[in-house]
């Protein structure tokens, strides 16, 4: 993968996130949000044996392009374990300094997860290149236009009860990209190894985009 993490952000303008309690075959999965234009796919630690599903993404990965992630990171040993696995970039929810930490070690870009202008300007100091919005379903499109006052530069992540139908407003707002989680990948798909649907789901979403 020769661009970067905010790269493809900005060139997509979404991230895939999985949460599943099972996922058939990782590998599958990033070929079908590939295909239908999603390149970073973020696994999660609540789904089981998710450093097996990194690894074979990882492995895979000159087979389908995409640039795989892990979110739900709130240990700097998680973070350890992903990053050894083969992860690319590393998730947080909240405020997480010993990831922030383990991350900056390794050289691997991070979004670490903040709502509050305090939090935000932690996760900035901290070394968040991008931060995550979340839960960016309460405070709606119009926040990320007040957060950019003071803080024009930043790269926003917004996640949390975005669809296709509100994922744009959010964008003219200023996010950098938006998440999309089972409007896109819906745990059952990802179980079943619904590629094909999978693939038509984010086409559908990416096109919501523009």
């Known amino acids: 993968m020769t661009m970067k993490l905010h790269q493809l952000l900005q ?46 993404v990882a492995d895979t990965a000159e087979q389908h392009g995409v ?10 040993r998680q973070a350890e374990a992903a990053l050894d696995a083969g992860a690319q970039f590393l998730v947080t929810p909240g405020l997480r300094p010993e990831v922030a930490a383990v991350a900056r070690e390794r050289e691997i870009p991070f979004s670490l997860g903040a709502l509050t202008p305090t939090e935000v300007a932690q996760a900035v100091d901290l070394g968040s290149e991008i931060v995550k919005i979340f839960p960016a379903r309460h405070v709606g499109p119009n926040y990320l236009k007040d957060l950019l006052g003071p803080f024009p530069e930043l790269k926003l992540l917004p996640s949390g009860g975005i669809n296709e139908h509100n994922a744009v407003e ?3 707002a200023g996010a ?5 989680g089972t409007s896109v990948v819906p745990p059952a798909l990802v179980a079943e190894g619904g590629w ?12 919501s985009l523009s």
């Open 11 to 56: 060139a997509d303008k979404t991230l895939a996130v999985v949460r599943a309690e099972h996922i058939s075959d990782a590998s599958e999965l990033a070929l079908a949000l590939g295909r239908g234009g999603i390149r970073t796919l973020e696994l999660t630690f609540t789904t089981p044996n998710v450093l097996e599903h990194i690894r074979r």
């Open 67 to 76: 640039m795989v992630g892990v979110g739900t990171v709130l240990t700097a």
């Open 170 to 172: 959010f964008l003219k």
């Open 176 to 180: 950098l990209a938006v998440c999309c």
């Open 196 to 207: 094909e649907q999978i693939t038509e789901r984010a086409k559908k979403f990416t096109s």
